[in-house]
């Protein structure tokens, strides 16, 4: 493979910094292998020596209808699911639909977000390398937050996601299940608006919605998650109803999947069979159920993960 990868750096004129910075960032994550969520995704060496699979080449109706179904198999099947969020990074194209889907479906108002897409620029070549990462909470089954606060603020549910105390996780309680997530996926909602000092609130920033089973409405008086610390529910709200998180639908490049990983059949548990699967979140301990593929496109230089993460 290295071989390879000389003849592609070859007609590709890379050259000297560029090519020494490369075989750095490539050996970086050499021996990366597959996150443990629900049943193990595991990976083989026969998959890490095989051919880089390319990204999935489905329309993203067909995928959005094959996770639908699967999502309501999952639903009907009289066990409880084990959700899980697949990203496939090489598909992202920066577009921040997601982030847009994610504030029009649970309002967190101006300096919160519960989803949010990192952009980095790598110094490789003479134009910019840059890559794109959706990136929300984790819903780690040894979630950091919950051992920050007293038993019961924060609960690992049976289906994987990790629902906070919206009533009793405020004040020191929320600042401290913040400031315990690695990757700062939690923020305190300080209950402002973006039309804050403006004549009047607009409609779409009151209205109500729904988290962890209740509903809210954000505003200047009485709202009940002011100084509550929030984070992204995998939309648990709309799974309850049939529909699939509202990240997942509205990405332009469909580079997120979603679905039941204890599901054979599933999308979810198919497309991570055999992968090379991002380790950096799961060196920690954490067991994240959000999964980042760390493939490079086929036929392109490979910049592993560890070349953002370790900086």
């Known amino acids: 493979m290295a071989n390879h990868r000389d003849e592609a750096e070859k007609k590709q004129g890379l050259a000297g910094p560029r090519r020494a910075f490369l075989q750095v960032l490539a050996g970086a994550g050499a021996g ?17 020596a095989a051919e880089i699979p390319p990204p999935l080449a489905e329309s993203s109706g067909a995928v959005l ?34 982030t847009v889907a994610c504030k029009a479906e649970v309002p967190t108002g101006p300096g919160g977000f519960n989803r949010r897409v990192i952009q980095k620029e790598l110094p490789i070549g003479p134009r910019p390398y840059r890559v794109f990462k959706p ?3 984790l ?34 309680y929320a600042l401290a299940a913040a400031k315990a997530c690695p990757w700062g996926l939690i923020h305190i909602d300080r209950g402002a608006t973006y039309t804050m000092n403006t004549p009047a609130p607009q409609p779409y920033e009151t209205r109500a919605f729904e988290e962890y089973g209740r509903t809210f409405r954000r505003g200047p008086q009485n709202y009940e998650l002011q100084d509550r610390a929030r984070k992204c529910t995998f939309c648990a709200h709309r799974l309850e109803r049939g529909e699939l998180p509202a990240c997942v639908t509205t990405c332009l490049g469909s580079a997120m999947y979603f679905g039941d990983i204890s599901d054979r059949s599933s999308l979810v548990y198919q497309i ?3 992968r090379r699967i991002f380790r950096g979140h799961e060196n920690l301990g954490v067991k994240p159920r959000v999964i980042y593929f760390e493939e490079s496109m086929p036929g392109a230089v490979h910049v592993d993960c560890q070349a953002c993460h370790s900086r």
């Open 272 to 274: 991570t069979q055999g």
């Open 32 to 48: 990366a292998a597959a996150a443990g969520v629900g049943l193990s995704v595991l990976e083989s060496q026969k998959a890490e």
């Open 135 to 137: 990136v929300n909470c």
């Open 65 to 98: 209808i094959r996770m639908q179904q699967d999502l309501e198999r999952a639903l009907t099947s009289g066990r409880t699911p084990s959700w899980v969020m697949v990203v496939d990074t090489r598909k992202c194209v920066g577009c921040d639909a997601c």
């Open 139 to 172: 819903q780690c089954d040894d979630p950091p937050c919950a051992k920050a606060v007293p038993a019961g603020m924060i609960r690992k549910r049976a289906d994987g996601i990790v629902e906070f105390d919206s009533v009793s996780l405020a004040g020191g």
